[in-house]
Every structure is written in C-alpha cells, then in structure tokens.
Antibody, heavy 125, light 103 residues
Framework: EVQLVESGGGLVQPGRSLRLSCAAS????????MHWVRQAPGKGLEWVSG????????GYADSVKGRFTISRDNAKNSLYLQMNSLRAEDTALYYC??????????????????WGQGTLVTVSS | EIVLTQSPATLSLSPGERATLSCRAS??????LAWYQQKPGQAPRLLIY???NRATGIPARFSGSGSGTDFTLTISSLEPEDFAVYYC?????FGGGTKVEIK
C-alpha cells in the first residue's frame, strides 16, 4: 500500500524558515517524480514544486521561486521542501504527491495518483 | 502560464442525476488534463488523466472528454459519495474548482 506521510509543519513568523518532510513507502520511490501541492484554508489547490526521480529535473511555481528548495533522498525514501523567507500568503496545508508516471521529468505530465494527508504551515506573527 | 477556468462554480443536483463539469484552458493543452475529487478534510483523489483515462479504482460512472482547450468531466448518475469539489489540472496549474452539492 502506498503511503505518503508529511511532517514538519507548524506556526512560524514571517521571514523565518521551515523544512517539510515526506516519508514514502509502498512503492519504488526512486522510480517516480514527487511534488508538493498546497491548499490555503478554504481555497483551491496550488502546485508548489516538483522533482524528478533522479533530481535532474526540478520545477517551482513562480510564487515560491527563489525562496523554496525541493530535494529528495532516495536512500531514505524521503522528499523535502526547504521554505525560506516565509510570508503570510504561504499559509496552507502542504501535500506531498506522487507522480503517476515512472521516470517522468518535471513539466512532462504531472498527474498525482497518491497524496499524503498534508502538514499545516501557518505563517503569522 | 496556463489559466484553467472551471464552470459552473457550484452545481446543485440530486442523487441519480447526471453531472457535467467544464474546464476551459487559456491555450491548447492537447489532451494533457486531469480531474481530481476532493471531499472535506481529505486529500484530493485522481479521477481522470490524459483527459479521458480513468485512474485505478475509479468507477465507470466517471468519464472525461475533450482536447485542446475544452474539457468535460461527466458523472453519469450521482451517488451520495460523489458530492464533493472537483478540480481540473494541467501540469503546474489547477482550475478553481466546481462544487457539486446536494439539491
């Protein structure tokens, strides 16, 4: 059974940093691109960032480019999101999501067939 | 940047009725479009990818069609568990969602 478990969320002041983690199991992690998708309270979905199976292809939404960094450790079956210079508008539930296609590049198709339950990030003073 | 516009924002229907949801892209996306269902307090679930392919385990009452800029998600006969919010998605962009509510 595929499982994605996010952690690392919490309350943080504007301008500070936070690192999210996603622990994956139940599939061959290093075969698949992985993504972060967020949802502000009561709002729709927003793709944040994606990383290919071998970290060779990475993409970011314009809203986070230059502030967030995605990475993965295939030996640990883990995905990360380093979030710096956080703003109030980054407040959201952050989901980790698995790409449906093996060996996909970021920007190819990006269909998300498994999702975690999310970790809440609140940016407030 | 691609803008995905979903309509209507809210669809009020009764169980057993047919639901037709629309997603329009600001430029052609070929057939690279997905549909997701999200219920309150839950993560989204992939329903349809490549415009018309049902994801694993998705019931046959869900179908997708379209190409280019105009896409449709059809639920042939609404079950009680189908009342939810539906999003279309193309690569890094999501539509604003359509809420299917009980009439």
């Amino acid at each position: 059974e595929v499982q994605l478990v996010e952690s690392g969320g919490g309350l943080v002041q504007p301008g500070r940093s936070l690192r999210l983690s996603c622990a994956a199991s139940g599939f061959t992690f290093d075969d698949y691109a992985m993504h972060w998708v967020r949802q502000a309270p009561g709002k729709g979905l927003e793709w944040v960032s994606g990383i290919s199976w071998n970290s060779g292809s990475i993409g970011y939404a314009d809203s986070v480019k230059g502030r967030f960094t995605i990475s993965r450790d295939n030996a640990k079956n883990s995905l990360y999101l380093q979030m710096n210079s956080l703003r109030a508008e980054d407040t959201a539930l952050y989901y980790c999501a698995k790409d449906i296609m093996p060996r996909a590049l970021v920007g190819a198709t990006e269909y998300f067939d498994y999702w975690g339950q999310g970790t809440l990030v609140t940016v407030s003073s | 940047e691609i803008v995905l516009t979903q309509s209507p924002a809210t669809l009020s229907l009764s169980p057993g009725e047919r639901a037709t949801l629309s997603c329009r892209a600001s430029q052609s996306v070929s057939s690279y479009l997905a549909w997701y269902q999200q219920k309150p307090g839950q993560a989204p679930r992939l329903l349809i990818y490549d415009a018309s392919n049902r994801a694993t385990g998705i019931p046959a009452r869900f179908s997708g069609s379209g190409s280019g800029t105009d896409f449709t998600l059809t639920i042939s006969s609404l079950e009680p568990e189908d009342f939810a919010v539906y999003y279309c998605q193309q690569r890094g962009f999501f539509g604003g969602g359509t809420k299917v509510e009980i009439k």
